[in-house]
């Protein structure tokens, strides 16, 4: 008999407390098989300039539950593909330390888990995608357990972004997160409505746009596939087409599901955290457009079912749409389905709301 999926849920309310409110959470779960071992706790530190970012004080809280269970707990990530201050394990470290993640801040070492030039990786199966490129960072790959910690926001590829997108582009070494951004194409759709205003050229994470006669010109060879042109293009003069979208959410869940996989039945908790939900990634450095209000915090042993509950429950907060595709046009439901089609987890679970004292 399949038994659901636990999701347990605290209110905006009762999360005044990070560390109450999450040990309070866990008890809900078997943390014997995270007793005495390297916990990675999995998260993103927020690009530079960033400020809706998760707050450290979620970490913190993590790194002190884990240390009371003898754990030996550190924040890790993997460097980004685009051209930014996380691109190295330098730069990610400075913009963790500004952005308030330093050791001293949050209790435990941060360690980036693909090195100093995100090349410290570990290959994995990629099954049936058979990709040379399925490699992950190695300090996730080699942790002995880990909590994947997740803000909950909009993302302009994927429409929402939760647990599962934060095990897919954040366990993935360079390669692999290439593997999943090149079925994105970019088209110059309309050049006639272009004004030459190079708002394209200068947001491109690739720097693979230029201005050629005052129109643009995409180098493909250097094209990351992230939708940016697109989304900031004031004219919509660059487009992708709906179906790529798809290919690529498809892809990405897919990856997610082969990453867990590879993990070796590893003891993974997933945190997801619902507050300053805003339209775009953390990777956005100017000021961000809150989209929902607060709906809390979710916790669960299944990354599908915990994106499941967030997402729904954030819909219906929503301030700026009615549904999650309308955020970004992108129906972030694809890639959810997929890693359940993967049979990793379940859209169907029991949810129990806490209250903390």
Known sequence: MYTLSLVVYISPENTINPYRALK?????????PF???TVAIKLHMGERGNRTHLHPSYATALVKILTEFNC???????TTLYIGSRLTGLGYLKAATENGFSPSNVGAPVIIADGLYGED???ISSGKLKTKNASVGRALYEAEAIIVLSHVKGHALTGFAGAIKNVAMGFASKN????MHRVIRPVIAYPEKCTGCGICAKNCPGQAITLVSGKPKIDFEKCIGCKVCASRCPNGVITVSDRLIEKFNVRLGECAAIILKALNKKPILYVNVAEKVTRYCDCVSEPPKIV????????????VAVDTASFRDVEKHLTQAKTLKEINNVNPWTHVKAVEKAKIGKTSYTLKTLTVN
């Open 176 to 179: 692999f997160k290439l593997f």
């Open 24 to 32: 309070t959470a866990f008890e809900n779960f078997n943390l014997e």
């Open 292 to 303: 929902a209000e607060d709906s809390g915090i979710y916790v669960s042993e299944d990354p």
């Open 72 to 78: 030996k707990p550190f924040l890790t990530d993997t």
């Open 35 to 37: 007793k005495g071992k």
């Open 121 to 123: 990786t570990i290959k």
